[in-house]
């Protein structure tokens, strides 16, 4: 099975995650964030990734480490997973609706960390309120989260909005399209018979 444990412990962060890139989509992971934990859910349900562990952060600061670092983690995990890459696609897009809402995205697991992120948010928070208490998700750090992930998962990564109003379907179509694009990348090529797929015989 290809799974991967990765934990990450700094004076800002505690996280650790589980992935299984052939699951089923099963989603159980304590994320003090209310609207990031639906995303995260949302991009497992649609790539059919399992994640499983734990998210805490310093947020009495702001949002920015837990949610960057999250990334970083979940990006370790998906390289850890791969391995050398073998037999996989290990390129893939997808364009995702939402509403009056369309996001696009593709990656490139080619072992060269780079994201372009046209995603047009307002950088205004998202407010929630949840057991009579108010939460917000720092719509900012939505970039940060995707720059972790590509940068630790040795990935390239374009995301774009082509059209939206609300920065909710923005963000959720987005995740939405990454999840579907890495599903198409790290799913097994029948015919490529097991070997890496680069012309160097090698993912570096």
């Not at 589980?18 to 992971?29: A, C, S």
């Not at 059919?48 to 998210?55: A, E, P, R």
């Not at 696009?104 to 992120?117: E, N």
């Not at 992930?149 to 390239?156: I, K, R, T, Y």
Request: proline share 2%; glycine share 10%.
């Amino acid at each position: 099975m290809r799974t991967a444990t990765v934990k990450r412990v700094t004076g800002e962060t505690q996280i650790e995650l589980t992935l299984n890139l052939d699951g089923t989509g099963k989603y159980d992971v304590e994320n003090p964030i209310g609207f990031f934990d639906h995303m995260l859910r949302s991009f497992c349900k649609h790539g059919l990734f399992d994640l499983s562990g734990t998210i805490k952060g310093d947020l009495n600061v702001d949002q920015h480490h837990t949610i960057e670092d999250t990334g970083i983690v979940l990006g370790e995990c998906f390289k850890k997973a791969l391995g050398d890459c073998a037999g996989i696609y290990r390129s893939g897009f997808f364009i995702y609706p939402m509403d009056e809402t369309l996001a696009q995205a593709a990656v490139d697991f080619g072992g060269r960390p780079f994201l372009v992120c046209n995603s047009q948010l307002s950088g205004m928070p998202l407010v929630s309120v949840q057991d009579g208490k108010q939460g917000t998700f720092q719509t900012d750090c939505f970039e940060d989260f995707w720059q972790g992930f590509a940068n630790a998962a040795l990935c390239n990564l374009h995301i774009d909005v082509i059209r939206g109003r609300s920065d909710h379907h923005k963000i959720e179509a987005c995740f939405k399209a990454v999840s579907r694009a890495i599903r198409a990348a790290t799913e097994i090529d029948a015919r490529r018979g097991g070997t890496v797929p680069s012309t160097k015989g090698v993912i570096v």
